[in-house]
RNA sequence: GGUCCCGUGGUGAAGUGGAGUUCACGCCGGCCUGUCAAGCCGGAGGUCGCGGGUUCGAACCCCGUCGGGACCGCCA
C-alpha cells in the first residue's frame, strides 16, 4: 500500500520513486497547474507537488505516488524535518473523502474546548499531540513490563466482577441476572487478590491491572485508570523499593527523561521541611525552623506556639500587593492556621511588616539570618501546632514556587515511616489506618500499639515524581495473631471480620509468607513524563467531570426488559 | 454535598443595558506557477446553551436549569 512513512523522506532518498498514504493536512494553490499537499500521517508530513485540478481537501485520505525531489535551496522548509525534499510528478489516489473538520486538525489551535475534543475524539487524536502522548504511554507501559519480568515478576489477571466490600472507595456494582437482588462490584484495585497469590506461592506478581473508583473526577482522577499492581514474598521494604524503582527509572527513561537515583525520606522528615506527604523537590523554599528564635518574644502571636516556621519566597515581596497577601492568608486559615505573618525585605535589609513593631531587634535579626532574607524576598510565617504549622507553610511553599508540570528535572521520592493511623474516627473514637488493616507496624513501634497508637509508625510508603503521589505500598501483616491485635484496636470484632475479610483472611491460616507490593498510577506518571497537567491527555477515551463520555454518550438509560431480566426497578429522582 | 470560573456562526475570541453582534481562522466560489499558517477577490453561515424574571429596551442585570472546567469534601 506504501513504501515509506510522511515523516520518513529525507535527501538520501532523492531520485526514488515512493508511495506514501495518509491524511491531507493542507492545501495551497498556485494557479490552474500547480498546487502544494501536504501528506499527513503519525509521523509527520510530506510536501506533495500536484496538478491543481486534482480535487483533495483537508482530512482527506490519499495514495500518492511520485518521485523524491529535491527541493531548490531557496524553497527548503528547516521547519520540518521532510523539508529539503518534495514529492513530485504525483499520482494522487483518493481513497476516501472527508467532510471538513469542526475543528483544525492542528497543534496551533490548542484551544478548543475540552468537550468538542472529546465528542470528536478520533479526530483529536489524529493531532501530534494525543499521537506523542498516546505513544508515551506504550513506551512507558512496555518499558515497565519488560523491567517487572526481567526481575522475575509473573503477570497474573484477576476477575473485574469481584465481591463488593464495605471499605475504601465508592464502587461501581453489577447486578447478577442469575441471583437477581446480588451484586458484583468492580474493583478497586485487585489488593486481596494479590496477596492470597502470595499465599500461592506465586511469589513475584505484577499486572497492568484496570482499577474503578466511583468517586468525583478530577485533573487526575478518572474513574477507570491504570495501575502497575505488585506483591513480593520473602521480603522487606528495601526489596520493594528497588523493584519498583527498576521499573519507574525504566518508564521515565523510555519517555527519554533521566532520573537519577531515587531519594528516600521519611514522613515526618516530608513534613517537616516541606510540610506535605508528596514534596515536589524540584524547588527549595524549605520550611526553616524558627521557633527557638522567639523562645522569648513577647508577642502574642507567637508566645504560646509550640512550632514555628517560615519559608522564604525570594524575590516575591514586590509582586504580592495587600490583596494577594490576603489570599496567602486565607490559604493558611483554610488548613487550620490562626493566621499568617508577612515580611517584605526592603532595600536596606529592613523586614517591613505590620506586626514587625511588636518583635525585638534581636528576634528580627535572628529571622532574617536564618532565613537568608535579602532585599525583595517575601518571607511568610506560621506559628500554630507543629502539623498545622507544617501543612499551612506546605501548601503556601507550593502556592508559591511549583514549577510547570513539563519543567524537568524529574525526581522520584520514597516517603517511607507513615504512622500507622491518621485521627480518630468520629463515631467508633477508634484509630483510623492511614493505609489498610493490613498493614505492619514498624517492627520498634509494636509495643506501643495498645499503650500510644498514635505514635506507632507503619511499613507503609508512598512513591512521588515531582509532587505528585503517583502510588502507595507495603509490607502487609501475615501473623493472624498480630492482625488479631490490629482488629481488636481499630474495633472490629470477630463476627465483623469475618463477615467483611473472611474470605481473605482465612487463606492465611494455611501459611501466608510474609509478604508486601506496591501500586502506582500508570496515568499519572505518564502525564508527568509527557508534561501533562491532566491525565485526560494521556487517555485516549477519558470521560468529563460529571463522568458521562460525550463521544459515545455513556452513561444512558437501558431497556426495561434488560432491567426486568436482573430485577431491578428504578425509582424516581430524589433531591 | 459545596465554592469559584466559562458557555456568542464550524473553531477561537471581542462585545458588560440602547444603531444591523464584531474580528480572526475554517467553509463555499473565483483568481493565482514555488508555497509551506501561501496570497488576493467575493459569498454563505447565529435560537448569543436553555427557561423564567426585571426594564420602554437584555448577549449584557436577577433567578433557575443544562453542559464544560478548577478546587474543597470524597479517593482506607
Known sequence: MRTHQCGELRVDQIGQTVTLAGWVATRRE????????DVRDHTGVTQCVVDNTV????????????????????????????????????????????????????????????????????????????????RVRAAVNSAIRTAMEDQGFVEVETPMLVPSTPEGAREFIVPSRQQPGSFYALPQSPQLFKQLLM???????????????????????QYEFMQLDAEMSFVDQDDVHTAIGNAVIAAARAAGHETGEIVKITWHEAMDKYGIDKPDLRF?????????????????AFAGASCIKGINATGKAEEFGRNKLDGLTDTAKRLGAKGLVWMKVAADGTLESPVAKFLTESELAALAERLAASPGDLLLIVADEWITTCEALGQLRNDLGRPPVFEGPYRYLWVVDFPMFVGVDDVTGRPKPGHHPFTQPHPDDVDRLETDPMSVRSQAYDLVLNGWELGSGSIRIHQPELQARIFELLGISAEEQQRKFGFFLNPFRYGAPPHGGFAFGIDRLVAI???????????????????????????????????????????????
Open 30 to 37: 498556485h494557479g490552474s497547474s500547480l498546487a502544494f499537499v
Open 55 to 134: 480535487d483533495v481537501r483537508a482530512e482527506y485520505v490519499v495514495r500518492v505516488t511520485g518521485t523524491v525531489a529535491a527541493r531548490p535551496a531557496e524553497n527548503v522548509n528547516d521547519k520540518l524535518p521532510t523539508g529539503g525534499v518534495e514529492i513530485q510528478d504525483c499520482v494522487v489516489e483518493v481513497l476516501n473523502v472527508a467532510e471538513a473538520p469542526p475543528f483544525p486538525i492542528s497543534e496551533r489551535t490548542d484551544t478548543v474546548a475540552e468537550g468538542t475534543r472529546l465528542q470528536y475524539r478520533f479526530l483529536d487524536i489524529r493531532r501530534e499531540r494525543m499521537q506523542r502522548n498516546l
Open 284 to 300: 527549595g523554599m524549605e520550611l526553616t525552623e524558627l521557633t527557638d528564635v522567639f523562645s522569648a518574644t513577647e508577642f502574642k
Open 199 to 221: 499465599v500461592a506461592g506465586i511469589d513475584r506478581y505484577y499486572q497492568l491491572a484496570r482499577c474503578l473508583r466511583d468517586e468525583d473526577l478530577r485533573a487526575d482522577r
Open 529 to 575: 513524563l509527557a508534561g501533562e497537567e491532566n491525565i485526560r491527555e494521556v487517555i485516549a477515551f477519558p470521560k468529563t467531570q460529571s463522568g458521562a463520555d460525550p463521544m459515545t454518550n455513556a452513561p444512558t438509560p437501558v431497556a426495561d426488559k434488560q432491567l426486568n431480566e436482573l430485577g431491578i426497578r428504578v425509582l424516581p429522582r430524589v433531591d
